[in-house]
C-alpha cells in the first residue's frame, strides 16, 4: 500500500500490513486514537495514537475482522470535548470553526479552552456560531484565547456577525496572551455594506447566553458609520429585544473603534438583562477614523448593571441622531453609572442635532439609577437656537422619563468646545419627559459651562417641572455665560435665581472651577473655594480614583482632591491629619504640590503610630514648614528600620519646634523603636540642589540603638550633602552612636550649620556611643554651648565629645561643656574631646577653625593610645592649619592603661604651616593631665600638658596656663606642661610667650616645666614665660637644665622669664589670686592677646602671664594693706572702699589712662558702682588731701 494518499468514506476490507501500520493509516486527518483488535502478531503493540485521528466531518473507527486484516468505516459524528486544543495551521485544529463544530456536536465534559496559534485565520467560515452547549456550567466552559506570545487576528467581510454566541452559557473570549488585560486578539468585520456586526450575544425563544465574558478584545469595524456595533447583545432577531434575558455578563477592558455603537445592548422590557458588568474599556479615539459614529455604551431594558470605569472618547455623528457617550434606556433597575471618563461627544450635521455625555431615559416603571463619579467634557453640537430638547445641542448629562430614584451625585461636567450656533447648551438637562414628583436626586455635582460662543448657554437647563426633584443642592454651577440656568421658560442670571427658582439648592455654589485641563477633570489644589463643600452621600464613598471621600465634608465633583495647604492645621486622631509620615499624612500631601502659603502643623496628641513611609520632599513655591506641640508635651514614635522616622530629602525652611511656649521648653519627644539601623531625624539634601533653612530645636530626640546617628544632615542618600543654615539648637539628643552627623559636599560657603544648646549627657542604656556631634565638609559651622558627656564605654569605640573631620573650615566650637567621655581597653584610639582630625590631599583641608571657652574635663582612657583634651591631627600633604585655641579649661585628662601610655591636655599630631595660618592658643588652662606612667621620655608615654608633634610650623602659643599637679603611678617616668618633639625641625616654628608652666607632681623623677627633644632653634621666640618645677630640673633641652639660669643658656633668649610658683585658686582653679605679686604685670603685649580666659581687657604694657589677667594685692608704690580695704576684687556691680581715713573723692581710671568714673566722698567708707564698666583691668585712685593713693581692681 502506498503512502500519502487521501482516504475518505471507504471501507477497507482483508487488509494485510507488510510495514508499520502507522505508516500506512498516516493518511488520517484529527481525531481520537483508533482501537484495533485480533491484530496480527507484532502489530497490536504499535503506539498508533499519532496517527489515528478523527476527521471533523466523521469518526473513524477500527473494525475487528479477520485475523488477517481490519475494516475501517465512517461512522455518525459524537465528540465530546474537554481539555485544551490548539486552533492553527498546526494545531488540533485548523480553523475556530472546525473547532466550534465538535463543541457544538456534544455536551461538553469538562472546561474547553480553545488557543489560537496562528497571527490570522483566513480559511474562517462566518459566522461562527457557538450554540447552547448542554455539558456547560461554572466549570465546564468555554475560552477562546490567543497562545502566549501570539497577537491573533479573525478579520472578516460578514453582513450579519464574525462570531455568535447563540444562547451559549459560560462562554468567554479572552483576548489576553499572558493573563493580565493587554488586548492581543483582534475581531475585525469589514464589510460596509448591510448591517455588520462584528460579536453578537443572542438569545433564543427559549433561552439566553449567560454568564458570557468578552475581555481584552481589539473591536475593529469597517468605518464609524458602516459596521452597527462592535459588540451586540439581544434576542434572535438583530438588535431586537427577546423574550428571554442575557444575564450576568461581563464586558471588560475591551477596545472599541470604527462602529455607531461600541455595545448595543438590549433586553426585554418584561424580561430585563440581569447583572451586567461592563467596565475598564476604552471606546473611540482622538483619531476621526477610529471615533465611534452614535454611542459609547447603549444599555437598555437591564436591572442590577454596572457600568464603571470606562474610557468613551471620540463619539462624532453628522446624521440626525442624538450622539451619546452612554445611554441608559427603556425598563431599567438598580443600574450603576460610575467612575467613567467621558469626552469629545459631538453631533456635526448644520441642522442642529443633539449629543449627550450620559443620557438617562427610563420608563417610568424604572428605578433606582445611580450616576456618579463621571468625568464629562467637551461635548457639543453644531447648535440649534431655538431647542431645548436632548434632540437640540450638546449636553453633559440629559435626564429623561427617569422613573423613579435617578440619583446624580458627585458628577464634574465642563463643557468648553464652542457651538456654531449658540442655541441652548447646558451641563446639565432636565428634559420635560421627567415629571414623576420626588424622582430625582442632583447633589455634590460641578456643572460649567465654559464656552465662549455668543448667545445662550447655560450651566443647568430644566424645563420639567421643579416637583420632580427630590434634592438638588450642593452643586457648583459655573457659566461664562450672562446665565447660570434656564429653568421652566426662562434664564436665570444668578444663583440667587436658581435658588429662588428651585426652592432649594441652599448650600449650591458660583465658583469657576480649575480643572487639570479641559479634558482631565481632576481638580487642583488652587480650588480651596471648593475644598469639602458637598455632603456625605451614602451611596458614594470614594471617588473617581477610588480615593475614599469624607465621611463628614466631601468634595463636589469626581474627584476628591486636597486643596492646596495654607496656615495651620491640626494632627492626630481628631485633627485635620492623623499622622505625619503616614499614607495620607502631613507629608504626602505637601510632597503633591499641595502647597500655597507658610503651613503650620500643631501635634495635638501622640503620634505613637508613625511610620516614616513618607519623607517630606522640596516644598513647592518654598513656603516655610513647621512642626510643633499644642496643649501639652507630645510624643512622635514609630519604628523605621533602615531609615530616620521623620526626614526631609530636598525641604528647605522646615522648622520642628518642641516648644509649647515659644521659648526654650522641650515638650515634643521624638523617638525611632527601630534597632536596625534607625535615624530619628534626617535633614537630607539632594544632589546639587542646596537644602536651608532647616531647624530642630527645643525637642527630646531618642534613637533605638546607640550604634546608629541620630539626627543627621546629609545627601539623602547618606553620602556627603549641600546645605545651609541648618540649625540643631536645644535638643536633649539620647542613645546615639554619634548624636549629631553633619556631612557636606565639600565647597565655598557649603554646609554652613549651628549646633547650640544641646544636651548629649544621657547616662547608661541612653548615653551616646561613639561622639556627641560630628561635622565633616562643612563651611561656617557653629557649635557652641552644647553639653556632651557620659558616653557608654562598653563597646570598643574611640570616643570623640566634638570631631571636626575631613574638610571642615571656618568653624567655631565654643562654650562647650564635655565630660565624663571613657574609652575602655578594647580600642587603641584613645578618649578625645575634642578632636580635629587629618584632612585628605587637595581641597578637604580643616583650616580656620577656633575652638575657644570650652570645659572639658574627666576624659579617661585605657587602651594603647593617646588621650586628650584637644587633638589637632594632619598629614604633610594635608595638614590642619588656621586653627585658633582659646580659653578652654582642661582638667582631668587620664589614661590608666598600665603600659603606660600618654595624656595629653592639648594634642599636636599632625602637620601645619605658618603660610596656612598656623595654630594659635592663647589664654588655655590645663590641669590633672596624667597617666600611669612610663619608664622612658617618649611623649607617647606619660602625662603632658601640651604636646607638639609632627613636621609643622607656625604655632603661637601665647598666655596658656598649664599645671601638671596630678603624681603618676610609676614615678620613673618624665612628665612635662609642655613637650615639643623632635618631628619638629624647623626653624622658628614656634613662638613661646607669656605662658606659665608649672610642673607641682610630687612622685615623677623627671618633671619639667618644658620638654623639648627639638634643638632651640625651633623657637622663634621664647620669653616672659614662668618655668616651675618641683622636681630636680626645671626643663629639658638636649639635656636637663635644673635652673632658670640654665634654661636661659640653653635656649639663648628667655631673658625676661621668671621661675616663681604661682599661687592658684586651686591645682584645677588656674586663676592667680592677689598674692601673686611677683607675677604681676610680668608679661609683654602681644597683639593677638587683647583679653584673658574670662574676657578681661589685657594692660596694653604690662600685660600678666599666664591665661588670667589678675591684679596684685596692691600697687608697689601705694596703700598699706592694713589701711585699706578693697572688696570684692574682682567685682561685677559694686565695690566697697574702706580706709583708715577721711577719703575726699575716688576716680576710676581704665588702663589706657582714661577716666572712667568719679565721685566726691567726703568719708572713710563708702561703695562705687562700676556694673557699667566693661570688663577688664581698673586702677582705682583716692584722693586723701594732697595725697593720691592708688590700687588695682578687676572687673567681671
Known amino acids: 500500500m502506498k503512502e500519502n494518499y487521501t482516504i ?23 481525531g481520537t486514537s483508533i482501537g484495533f483488535a485480533n491484530a496480527q502478531s507484532g502489530r497490536v503493540s504499535e503506539d498508533l495514537s499519532s496517527i489515528a485521528k478523527l476527521s471533523y466531518n466523521d469518526q473513524v473507527n477500527a473494525m475487528a475482522s479477520k485475523v488477517t486484516g481490519h475494516s475501517i468505516k465512517p461512522q455518525s459524528k459524537s465528540v465530546a470535548l474537554s481539555g485544551n486544543y490548539t486552533i492553527g495551521t498546526s494545531g488540533d485544529y485548523p480553523t475556530l470553526t472546525a473547532a466550534i463544530a465538535d463543541f457544538n456536536s456534544a455536551p461538553i465534559t469538562g472546561p474547553v479552552t480553545l488557543t489560537l496559534l496562528d497571527a490570522t485565520y483566513p480559511s474562517e467560515t462566518f459566522p461562527i456560531i457557538i450554540q447552547e452547549n448542554s455539558g456547560s456550567s461554572a466549570t465546564n466552559t468555554l475560552t477562546i484565547k490567543p497562545a502566549a506570545g501570539v497577537d491573533a487576528t479573525i478579520s472578516g467581510n460578514t453582513a450579519e456577525t464574525l462570531i455568535k454566541v447563540n444562547a451559549a452559557d459560560y462562554v468567554t473570549i479572552d483576548g489576553s496572551n499572558n493573563g493580565t488585560d493587554s488586548d492581543n486578539l483582534t475581531l475585525k468585520n469589514t464589510i460596509t455594506t448591510g448591517s455588520p456586526i462584528i460579536l453578537w450575544v443572542a438569545s433564543t425563544t427559549v433561552a439566553g447566553a449567560d454568564y458570557a465574558t468578552i475581555k481584552n478584545v481589539k473591536f475593529s469595524g469597517a468605518t464609524p458609520s458602516a459596521t452597527i456595533a462592535g459588540l451586540l447583545v439581544s434576542g434572535p432577531t438583530l438588535g431586537g429585544a427577546g423574550t428571554v434575558p442575557n444575564n450576568h455578563l461581563t464586558v471588560e477592558s475591551n477596545t472599541f473603534n470604527k462602529a455607531q455603537n ?111 463619579n463621571n468625568f464629562i467634557s467637551n461635548v457639543y453640537s453644531y447648535g440649534y437656537s431655538s431647542g431645548g430638547g436632548i434632540a437640540d445641542n450638546g449636553y453633559g448629562i440629559v435626564l429623561g422619563g427617569v422613573g423613579t430614584d435617578v440619583k446624580v451625585y458627585h458628577n464634574s461636567v465642563s463643557l468648553n468646545v464652542n457651538q456654531n450656533v449658540a442655541g441652548r447648551p447646558a451641563a446639565i438637562n432636565i428634559l ?121 465634608a466631601p468634595d463636589m465633583g469626581a474627584d476628591e482632591f486636597k486643596a492646596a495647604l495654607n496656615g495651620t492645621y491640626t494632627v492626630g486622631s481628631t485633627g485635620d491629619y492623623t499622622s505625619l509620615t503616614n499614607t495620607g499624612g502631613v507629608f504626602e500631601d505637601i510632597n503633591a504640590g499641595l502647597v500655597s502659603g507658610n503651613l503650620t502643623f500643631n501635634i495635638i496628641e ?59 521648653d522641650k515638650s515634643l519627644s521624638i523617638t525611632n523603636l527601630s534597632t536596625t539601623a534607625p535615624q530619628v531625624v534626617r535633614f537630607g539634601s539632594v544632589g546639587t540642589a542646596s537644602m536651608s533653612n532647616n531647624s530642630l530645636k527645643n525637642t527630646i530626640i531618642t534613637n533605638g540603638v546607640n550604634t546608629s546617628s541620630a539626627v543627621v544632615i546629609a545627601d539623602n542618600g547618606g553620602t556627603a ?281 610630687t612622685t615623677t623623677v623627671n618633671r619639667y616645666a618644658i620638654y623639648s627633644a627639638a634643638p632651640a632653634t625651633v623657637f622663634s621666640n621664647i620669653d616672659h614665660n614662668d618655668y616651675y618645677s618641683t622636681g630636680t630640673n626645671l626643663g629639658y633641652l638636649s639635656s636637663a637644665k635644673a635652673t632658670l639660669a640654665d634654661w636661659k643658656t640653653a635656649t639663648g633668649k628667655d631673658a625676661n622669664s621668671l621661675n616663681i610658683l604661682p599661687i592658684f585658686v586651686s591645682p584645677t582653679d588656674l586663676h592667680l589670686t592677689t598674692e601673686n605679686n611677683s607675677l604681676d604685670n610680668k608679661g609683654t603685649p602681644l597683639a593677638e592677646v587683647t583679653v584673658d580666659i574670662d574676657d578681661t581687657t589685657r594692660s596694653t604694657t604690662t600685660p600678666d602671664m599666664g591665661a588670667h589677667e589678675f591684679a596684685g594685692s596692691m600697687l608697689a608704690q601705694d596703700i598699706n594693706k592694713n589701711d585699706l580695704k578693697l572688696y570684692p576684687n574682682p567685682v561685677i ?64
Open 8 to 30: 475518505t468514506n471507504n471501507t477497507l476490507n482483508n487488509m494485510y500490513f507488510r510495514s508499520s501500520m502507522k505508516t500506512a493509516l498516516s493518511f488520517l486527518l484529527i
Open 262 to 372: 461600541a455595545m448595543f445592548i438590549i433586553g426585554s422590557s418584561t424580561a430585563q438583562d440581569d447583572g451586567a458588568i461592563i467596565k475598564n474599556n476604552t471606546l473611540g479615539s482622538a483619531d476621526t477614523a477610529e471615533m465611534l459614529g452614535f454611542r459609547g455604551i447603549a444599555l437598555q431594558n437591564a436591572k442590577n448593571a454596572i457600568i464603571t470605569g470606562n474610557q468613551i472618547d471620540g463619539v462624532s455623528t453628522a446624521s440626525t441622531s442624538t450622539a451619546s457617550g452612554i445611554l441608559v434606556g427603556g425598563a431599567v433597575n438598580n443600574i450603576s453609572v460610575t467612575a467613567n471618563k467621558i469626552n469629545e461627544i459631538r453631533n456635526t450635521n448644520t441642522i442642529g442635532y443633539g449629543s449627550n455625555g450620559i443620557y438617562v431615559n427610563a420608563l417610568t416603571t424604572s428605578n433606582n439609577v445611580l450616576v456618579a
Open 432 to 552: 420635560t419627559s421627567a415629571t414623576t414628583a420626588g424622582a430625582i436626586d442632583i447633589r455634590n455635582n460641578i456643572f460649567a459651562n465654559n464656552q465662549t460662543q455668543t448667545g445662550e448657554k447655560y450651566v443647568l437647563y430644566s424645563s420639567a417641572p421643579k416637583t420632580v426633584f427630590a434634592h438638588i443642592d450642593y452643586n457648583d454651577y459655573f457659566s461664562s455665560g450672562a446665565n447660570l440656568g434656564y429653568i421652566g421658560a426662562a434664564p436665570k442670571a444668578t444663583l440667587a435665581d436658581i435658588k429662588t427658582s428651585f426652592g432649594s439648592n441652599e448650600n449650591s455654589l458660583n465658583v469657576s472651577p480649575i480643572f487639570t485641563s479641559t479634558t482631565d477633570l481632576h481638580l487642583t489644589p488652587e480650588n480651596t473655594a471648593l475644598n469639602n463643600k458637598g455632603t456625605a452621600l451614602a451611596e458614594v464613598t470614594t471617588d473617581i480614583d477610588g480615593v475614599t471621600r469624607s465621611t463628614t
Open 606 to 664: 501622640d503620634l505613637t503610630a508613625e511610620t516614616g513611609a513618607n519623607p517630606l520632599n522640596t516644598i513647592t513655591g518654598g513656603y516655610t514648614v513647621t512642626i510643633k506641640p499644642s496643649g501639652e508635651a507630645r510624643i512622635i514614635s514609630g519604628t523605621t528600620n533602615s531609615n530616620a522616622l521623620i526626614r526631609t530629602v530636598g525641604a528647605s525652611n522646615v522648622t520642628i519646634d518642641g516648644s509649647l511656649s515659644g521659648g526654650t
Open 721 to 1001: 550633602g549641600t546645605f545651609s543654615n541648618i540649625s540643631i539648637t536645644n535638643n536633649t539628643i539620647k542613645k546615639a552612636y554619634i548624636g549629631v552627623y553633619a556631612f557636606a559636599t565639600v565647597g565655598a560657603e557649603n554646609g554652613s550649620i549651628t549646633i547650640n544648646d544641646n544636651d548629649l549627657s544621657a547616662t547608661g542604656a541612653d548615653a551616646i556611643g561613639l561622639a556627641g556631634l560630628y561635622a565633616q565638609g562643612t563651611d561656617g559651622a557653629v557649635i557652641q554651648n552644647n553639653t556632651i558627656g557620659n558616653f557608654n564605654p562598653t563597646p570598643a569605640y574611640a570616643r570623640r565629645g566634638i570631631w571636626l573631620a575631613t574638610g571642615t573650615v571656618n568653624s567655631n566650637v565654643s562654650g562647650n561643656t564635655i565630660s565624663n567621655i571613657s574609652a575602655g581597653s578594647a580600642t587603641n584610639n584613645g578618649a578625645i574631646g575634642i578632636l580635629v582630625s587629618s584632612g585628605t590631599t587637595g581641597a578637604k583641608l580643616n583650616t580656620n577653625n577656633v575652638i575657644e571657652a570650652n570645659t572639658i574635663s574627666n576624659i579617661s582612657f585605657a587602651g594603647t593610645g593617646v588621650n586628650a583634651g584637644i587633638q589637632i591631627a594632619g598629614t604633610s600633604a594635608a595638614g590642619t592649619s588656621g586653627v585658633t585655641i582659646s580659653k578652654n579649661k582642661i582638667s582631668n585628662i587620664k589614661n590608666t592603661n598600665t603600659g603606660g601610655y600618654a595624656a595629653v591636655g592639648i594634642y599636636f599630631n599632625g602637620y601645619s604651616t605658618a603660610a596656612n595660618g598656623g595654630v594659635n592658643v592663647f589664654n588655655n588652662f590645663i590641669s590633672d593631665v596624667a597617666n600611669h606612667g612610663y619608664n622612658g621620655n617618649s611623649y607617647l608615654d606619660n602625662g603632658v600638658g601640651i604636646t607638639f608633634n609632627g613636621k609643622s610650623t607656625g604655632y603661637k602659643i601665647y598666655n596658656n596656663t598649664i599645671n601638671m599637679n596630678t603624681d603618676q603611678v610609676v614615678t620613673t617616668g618624665m612628665t612635662a606642661a609642655i613637650n615639643v618633639t623632635s618631628s619638629i625641625s624647623d626653624a622658628g616654628a614656634i613662638d613661646l610667650r607669656n605662658n606659665i608652666l608649672v610642673n607641682s607632681q
Open 1133 to 1196: 556691680d559694686l565695690v566697697n572702699i574702706n580706709y583708715s581715713s577721711k577719703i575726699d573723692a575716688v576716680e576710676i581710671f581704665n588702663l589706657t589712662g582714661q577716666k572712667v568714673s568719679s565721685k566726691l566722698w567726703n568719708a572713710s567708707s563708702g561703695t562705687m558702682d562700676m556694673s557699667n564698666l566693661v570688663p577688664g583691668v581698673y586702677i582705682i585712685t583716692l584722693k586723701i588731701g594732697a595725697e593720691t593713693k592708688s590700687a588695682k581692681i578687676i572687673k567681671k
